[in-house]
């Protein structure tokens, strides 16, 4: 998703065995770089979730390999427009796409096995959600865009592929609805780094490990406790509520009726 240094005919080890670096981020002088393998990892994961969507609906063929490239890549072709900095990385790198149709058929072939590791895969989409959260983000810096705008790159960056995958699916886009943390996780991970590689200027080494952990710490949570995003809620008409509440509670106690000013705030506490 993010520009390589793959030599020659790419994606190959280097003579001392290592995997060719990512370059995701410069501040001043300073270079963050990660190997490649965790780039083209962060892709299979993504692609393994829109695969078995698909495999799941008892899509075709077509149909598997298309939610896997959305789920693996969509989000950085969202980016890479947006930015508008030549063609896509998904597009030019030579290592994405076949990774992606590989991954396709793995869950064309073995959906049912890989169903069975539902945590596992939990777990891997939260840290790619992250990942791709600090990449996004940190492409819109070193694009010189404003912090707001870097947050809202980092964020769609993470969830670009999601929102691509309901689109071609003709439902309603998962991000917008109340669940576990997705949308809202990576929105507040772009915020931190971009308060923490910003106004703060730390180390960005340190300050993307802290994000990606920030981000799959709140979706894992989010999914295991049961939290869901919040929802529009009609503040005045709820003020209200909660003022009746009160009064009924003091008037309950003034005129010596315990009970009823226990089972009032009994309700009060249940709705919170």
Same mark, same amino acid.
């Given at each position: ?11 190959? +080890?280097? $003579?001392? =065995? *290592? ?10 002088? *300073?270079?963050?770089?990660?190997? #490649? ?9 993504? $692609? ?20 896997? !490239?959305?789920?693996?890549?969509? =989000? ?8 508008? *900095? =030549? ?23 073995? &959906?049912?096995?890989? &169903?069975?590791?539902? #945590? ?13 959260? !600090?990449?996004? #983000? ?10 707001? &705008?870097?947050?809202? /790159? ?9 929102? /691509? @995958? ?5 439902? +309603?886009?998962? %991000?917008?609805?109340? =669940? ?9 991970? $772009? ?20 994000? %990606? ?8 949570? &989010?999914?295991?406790?049961?939290? *869901?995003?919040?929802? #529009? ?16 509670? +003091? ?17 009060? @506490?249940?709705?919170?």
């Amino acid at each position: 998703m993010i520009t390589t240094n793959w030599p020659g005919a790419g994606g190959r +080890r280097t $003579a001392d =065995g *290592e995997w060719p670096a990512v370059e995701i981020l410069a501040v001043a002088a *300073e270079t963050l770089r990660v190997p #490649a393998a965790v780039d083209l990892a962060a892709v299979v994961v993504g $692609a393994l979730t829109g695969g078995l969507l698909a495999a799941r609906e008892g899509f075709a063929l077509s149909g598997v390999l298309l939610l896997a !490239v959305s789920g693996g890549l969509g =989000g950085g072709l969202i980016r890479d427009v947006l930015l508008a *900095e =030549g063609p896509p990385v998904a597009l030019t790198n030579p290592a994405y796409l076949p990774t992606v149709a590989i991954t396709a058929m793995v869950t064309f072939f073995f &959906s049912g096995w890989l &169903s069975r590791l539902t #945590a596992l895969l939990v777990v891997l989409d939260a840290l790619t959600l992250g990942f791709f959260t !600090v990449v996004g #983000a940190q492409k819109a810096e070193l694009a010189g865009l404003p912090s707001a &705008s870097v947050v809202f /790159i980092g964020t769609l960056t993470a969830v670009g592929g999601a929102l /691509i @995958r309901d689109v071609l699916l003709a439902q +309603r886009a998962d %991000i917008v609805q109340p =669940g576990p943390y997705n949308a809202v996780a990576a929105l507040l991970g $772009a915020s931190a780094l971009t308060v923490l590689a910003g106004p703060l200027g730390l180390d960005p080494i340190p300050v993307a490990a802290v994000v %990606i952990l920030l981000v799959a710490a709140l979706r894992v949570l &989010s999914v295991w406790r049961g939290w *869901e995003a919040p929802v #529009a809620v009609d503040l005045p008409l709820r003020t209200r509520h909660r003022l009746g509440q009160v009064r009924a509670f +003091r008037m309950a106690r003034r005129t010596g009726t315990p009970g009823e000013a226990r089972r009032i705030g009994t309700r009060w @506490r249940r709705r919170g």
